[in-house]
């Protein structure tokens, strides 16, 4: 609703209920900021339609995001690029991805996600990738589709890998191979 709509002097503010549809967990606080010509990011920044300069939303709340902020649905469909999208804001922006609550994102392209992760006790299915250093990854299920591998680990974690379960995995941490079974 808000790419058919621009602010004006008066009408600064916005709110959405969700993403799709109330309660869906995308929604969030907006102010106009007429001067604004911020890339929009589907999520945190958005771009009317009918803007073709400046002119932007931008969201009041950015300490606590989540992929239904960027129109991901926890259901199981797939989600690549917004998952990829809201991962990407958490790393330029020095924020943690947080899943919402026993949800199930399906990744067909692998997830680079060089922020921290709270999982909430939510599943992946796909593959997830980190380079980034101290990088936090919590309370979450990685279920790879393909055979012997889930998760990627080329940074250094320094021990940040706190009860991250992977179904049908292999590690490889500095580029060295580890088969640690699966469930």
Known sequence: ALRLRSGTTIANAAKTLGYYSAGDGGGNSFYWDGTSTATDNAGTVIKPTAVSGAGRWLAVDTSHITPEIFGAKGDGTEVSLRMQAAAD???????????????????????????????????????????????????????????????????????????????????????????????
């Open 89 to 183: 804001y958490c790393a330029s922006n020095s924020r943690k991805l947080c899943l919402k609550p026993e949800s199930s994102y399906y990744i067909a392209t692998p997830l680079t996600a060089n922020c921290d992760i709270d999982g909430n006790f939510s599943t992946i299915q796909g593959q997830v990738i980190t380079s980034a250093s101290d990088v936090i990854l919590r309370d979450f299920k990685v279920v790879s589709p393909v055979p012997g591998f889930a998760l990627s680990i080329s940074g250094q974690l320094n021990n940040r890998l706190a009860n991250v379960q992977l179904i049908t995995w292999s590690l490889i941490f500095r580029g060295e191979l580890f088969q640690l079974g699966s469930e």
